[in-house]
């Protein structure tokens, strides 16, 4: 869960160029992924039953694998930031 909600503190990082882990073109593709999932218009269509639904089961589980993927990373990131900021004494609390 603590992935998931990282998810558009992720998104918001790669476009204010904070996180240096993922690029804006990986996110691009990532969007891409979202506007073909949610897009009426398909490569192969879902009439086609088995290949139809196929591909979209790919793009979405290729979309969740890299989400997740990144999302644990840029938490990893933020832990190793705030825990260089407690060393330095920059944290209060």
Known sequence: MVRVRAIPRLIGAVMR????????GKLALMAAGVVYLISPIDVIPDFLLLIGVADDFGVFVWLLASLLGESGRYVDWEKQLIRGRVEKGQVEG
Request: charged residues 10%.
């Open 17 to 24: 160029g904070q996180y240096a882990g993922m690029g804006k």
